[in-house]
């Protein structure tokens, strides 16, 4: 990875902190995205060659803004890691439009944005798109249904982006990791309580008897975006504990 160019969104926490400091160690050069100025900012305090780089991805034109940052400062991109996302508990009797149209505009719409943005460069360093799905886009989520239609709708993605990439020699992977530690649960409204008690109904149900930890999944997000990687494509690899055969 030493001197390529890598864009990780959600890099303010978790997975994607933890990807953009694994990335950085590797030698790459990491734009770390986000919507938290003060928690990027510490992101890029926990590794030399993270640049922080505000924005939300839902908004106009974001894309265009984050694919130019990295392009103009590296000279192009070779990586793109689309972790940022959100989880929402929603059961069918409480649907939201609102909350439906804001989860796919951030876990489907934006991906796919950046995705296009930053194509033309991948495409002449025929280099590798990442996207973090979940252990639930391809496992029923009773009460979160539209978070789960949102991870299956980008490992769709991922699958017919690799066929459509193929050609240019950019690979198209996904990571679906299981229940890891982060503060998506806080971010989806939940009291404390009630977090902490879906953590422990988690590990209970993980074979291996544990969450993951954020730098279990960055480390095999790196390996997905190796340039070594040559012939592995439109695949999704479930790093979840096992919790995949119950």
Do not use: C
Not at 71 to 79: H, L
Request: proline residues 5%; without cysteine; neutral net charge.
């Amino acid at each position: 990875m030493n001197s390529r160019t890598v864009i990780v969104t959600g890099a303010s926490s978790g997975i994607g902190r933890a990807t953009a400091v694994a990335f950085a160690r590797a030698g790459a050069n990491v734009l770390g995205v986000g919507r938290d100025r003060d928690q990027l900012a510490r992101t890029a305090d926990l590794q030399k060659g993270i640049v922080p780089f505000t924005a939300d991805l839902t908004a106009p034109d974001a894309a265009e803004a984050v694919v130019r940052e990295a392009a103009e400062r590296w000279g192009g991109v070779d990586v793109l890691v689309n972790n940022a996302g959100a989880t929402a508990v929603m059961p069918l009797e409480h649907l939201d439009a609102d909350r439906v149209r804001a989860l796919f505009e951030l876990n489907v719409t934006a991906p796919s944005l950046l995705a296009a943005a930053a194509l033309p460069h991948l495409r002449r360093s025929r280099g590798a798109i990442v996207n973090v799905s979940s252990t639930y886009g391809h496992r029923p989520l009773p009460g979160g249904s539209h978070y789960a239609a949102s991870k299956a709708a980008l490992e769709q993605l991922t699958r017919s982006w690799a066929l459509e990439l193929a050609a240019s020699g950019v690979r198209v992977n996904a990571l679906a990791p299981g229940p890891t530690e982060s503060r998506a649960l806080a971010r989806a409204g939940l009291t404390e309580q009630q977090v902490e008690m879906i953590k422990q109904d988690e590990a209970r149900r993980v074979p291996l008897g544990r969450r993951g930890a954020p730098e279990e999944v960055a480390e095999w997000i790196v390996r997905l975006a190796d340039p070594r990687s040559t012939w592995l494509t439109g695949q999704v690899l479930a790093l979840d504990g096992g919790l995949g055969l119950t």
